[in-house]
């Protein structure tokens, strides 16, 4: 009896110790700490890579490869040590989702998201008017010159270096000054809407937040503390897949001799007027086998549809000729339609959540909320007015910066649009590599014209380039993620996270700003990254001047079209709402035309092809059995990016590229 008795308080006692770590503290020093270093160290490992090292992009996409990697190694290793130290030095899972949170965040900073755009941009007109460009003298009549670095010598020094790698940080504290504020307000719009959104998205609709399904994983403990996942041979065999075939690629540029396993090529069709690509992406197979089976049947179908559509309207020489800017679907046709459905399928999400969002929004007026929003990071009156806030402020320094009053509200609606709606794909489908059919600048001068905006508004427009063009990244789907994970592994008080938040923005900031900086007066910007240094700071210029030379009126065409794919989209909608079975998710349709999609449609097909199969012979349990060998594919392929670029740093080595989508 006594035994018995041992035995039951025993199974109590563990089942206590595995459920009590969701009612300990999570925002710890320690853990805030170890955040810290990660957010600095992708702050400073992205810029190295991509400016320097020349190899894998380890924060350009909402993958979050830098990130991923870091916190495996935290888990892993980090976590494993402190354990054998002593077990209660071990992270407990609301830490780790501290710690994670502050390195997706730290990943949409560095390239894409901020750094590696703003400080090329607000320099080029400047430095490549030298080389008597023909859109310089156009473009330097209407330049706002506290919005850009127009020192000479700081500015030869950027793109061509300097002795003794100074920073003049005296000639670039006007641009940064005027640029940091309108920047915060971004991220604090971003990060309020999130909050806003996630209950909605998260309990009532349960979206299913495929990019968090690896660090939840990596975050649970069993009963002797370990991290399950990583006891399973099946992760481990997929990790060794990624990482011997990535590693290959490594060897392959050391010594040729050694084979290449790389899974991309591509061939011409339609009077080779379209190309297909075959790429085979581990990561993203791991990504896309967390996703529904009818969202990956969609995606790969729909974009099936578009590739052969764009094929036989090229062949047959029809063609839309409207220059909507370098970012997006190259097709007009397709960037209007790509509109309508994502401006659609936010309006449907809106519609869909509409009494949870006036309990929002009546928390600006009411002094008692009707809403509990006791769990959330801050409350939703807090949230409401910074979005309100922070969207009065850049309407503001949008117009101060050149773009007419009634062309701001519209231009900020339209961004609205593309970051919530590419925010809530990601959260739903998955889509760790994802864009939008177009941008808001190019929303904006389609629907009113150049000549009606006017030339300092159309360089305003393009100046949007910096935070607002080639959207593979954003603070927005950063914070989504790290909210949600941290709401499903903590469940005390969540006040105080959106600080360490901040912290996590400030320092990769900060880490990469100042890399960049001295990266550039080092070596020369001119010598780094040829995207990032070169093309695209003249594109919002090279855009921006051909639109004033040659003033289009506002294009009623467009709005047919844009009108015609919101009607599309909500066809579909209510197809999938009427019909059960109805295999077509709406999703298909709002991105599949767009560019990356092309480059995905192999591996959506195989991750479709091979989930369809196991669920359909393996029920949810055979799904659940292999879903550790997927995810070891994520692991393996970020782990051996990391790898690589430590001996590329090690062998001063430049341009082995190991991963790119």
């Known amino acids: ?59 350009l996409d909402f993958s979050t490869p830098a990130a991923l990697a870091l916190f495996f190694f935290v888990t892993a290793l980090l976590n494993r040590v ?43 007109p400047f430095y490549f008017s030298a080389a008597r460009n023909p859109w310089i003298d156009i473009a330097q009549q209407d330049l706002k010159p506290w919005l850009y670095m127009s020192n000479p010598d700081a500015v030869k020094g950027f793109y061509e270096g ?27 719009v971003m990060i309020c809407l999130s909050v806003i959104l996630r209950r909605q998205w998260s309990e009532k609709e349960r979206l299913s937040y495929p ?34 075939f990535g590693s290959f690629i490594g060897l392959h540029f050391y010594y040729p001799s ?17 190309d297909f690509f075959i790429r085979l992406s581990f990561p993203m197979l791991g990504f896309f086998y967390l996703v529904n089976l009818d969202v990956l049947f969609s995606l790969w179908f729909f974009n099936l549809i578009f590739q052969i559509s764009d094929g036989l309207l090229l062949m047959y020489g ?42 929002v929004l009546h928390t600006l007026i009411a002094r008692k909320s009707e809403i509990d929003d006791s769990g959330e990071i801050m409350s939703y009156r807090t949230a409401a007015w910074g979005c309100l806030l922070g969207l009065i402020f850049m309407t503001g320094w949008l117009i101060w910066s050149g773009m007419p009053y009634f062309v701001a509200p519209l231009f900020l609606f339209g961004a609205a649009i593309l970051f919530v709606g590419l925010t809530r794909l990601v959260v739903e489908c998955g889509l760790a590599e994802a864009v939008v059919s177009t941008t808001p600048s190019g929303f904006v001068f389609s629907g009113f014209g150049s000549r009606l905006i006017g030339p300092r508004g159309m360089l305003s427009l393009g100046l949007s380039y910096v935070w607002a063009s080639d959207l593979r990244t954003s603070v927005m789907a950063s914070a989504s993620h790290g909210i949600e994970l941290f709401h499903r592994r903590h469940h005390n008080s969540r006040r105080g996270f959106f600080l360490i938040m901040a912290l996590a923005i400030i320092l990769a900031m900060a880490s990469s700003g100042w890399l960049t900086m001295h990266q550039a007066y080092k070596y020369g910007g001119a010598n780094l990254n040829v995207w990032f240094f070169n093309a695209s700071p003249q594109l919002p210029y090279q855009w921006a001047v051909a639109n004033i030379e040659n003033p289009s009126a506002p294009n009623i065409w467009g709005w047919m079209v844009t009108a015609a794919g919101a009607g599309i989209m909500f066809w579909f909608s209510g197809l999938r709402m009427q019909f059960a079975n109805w295999p077509l998710h709406p999703v298909g349709f709002a991105v599949g035309n767009v560019w990356i999609m092309n480059h995905l449609i192999l591996t959506l097909f195989l991750a479709w092809l091979i989930k369809l199969l196991i669920v359909r012979y393996g029920g949810l349990r055979g799904y659940r059995t292999f879903m550790p060998f997927f995810m ?28 790119w989508i």
């Open 1 to 59: 009896m006594d035994i018995k008795v041992k035995t039951s308080d025993n199974k109590l006692s563990q089942r206590e110790k595995r459920h009590s770590n969701a009612r300990l503290p999570a925002i710890t020093r320690r853990a805030v700490l170890i955040g810290s270093i990660g957010a600095v160290l992708i702050g400073l490992i992205e810029p190295y890579a991509i400016n320097v090292v020349k190899g894998s992009y380890m924060a």
């Open 82 to 124: 402190l354990r054998r130290l002593h077990n209660g030095f071990t992270l407990k899972s609301g830490e780790l989702a501290v710690v994670y949170t502050m390195m997706v965040l730290a990943s949409a900073i560095p390239s894409i998201g901020l750094t590696a755009q703003l400080l090329p941009i607000i320099t080029a």
């Open 162 to 188: 300097i002795r003794g790698t100074t920073i003049p940080w005296g000639a670039w504290m006007q641009p940064l000054l005027a640029w940091i504020p309108f920047i915060f307000a971004l991220f604090v």
């Open 211 to 244: 990019l968090i399904q690896l660090p939840l994983e990596l975050t649970r403990e069993d009963i002797s503390g370990g991290v399950p996942i990583l006891k399973k041979y099946l992760f481990w065999i997929g990790f060794g897949v990624a990482f011997i």
């Open 258 to 274: 050694v084979p290449s396993l790389n899974f991309n090529t591509q061939f011409a069709a339609f009077d080779r007027n379209h």
């Open 318 to 359: 029809f063609e839309w000729k409207e220059n909507m800017g370098s970012f997006g679907t190259p097709s007009a046709l397709f960037a209007h339609l790509g509109m309508g459905a994502i401006t659609m399928y936010v309006v449907m999400g809106a519609y869909v959540g509409r009494d949870h969002f006036k309990k």
């Open 632 to 659: 070891g594919l994520i692991v393996g392929q970020y782990t051996c990016n990391i790898l690589w670029f430590v001996i590329d740093l090690l062998t001063g080595q430049k341009g082995n590229l190991i991963f």
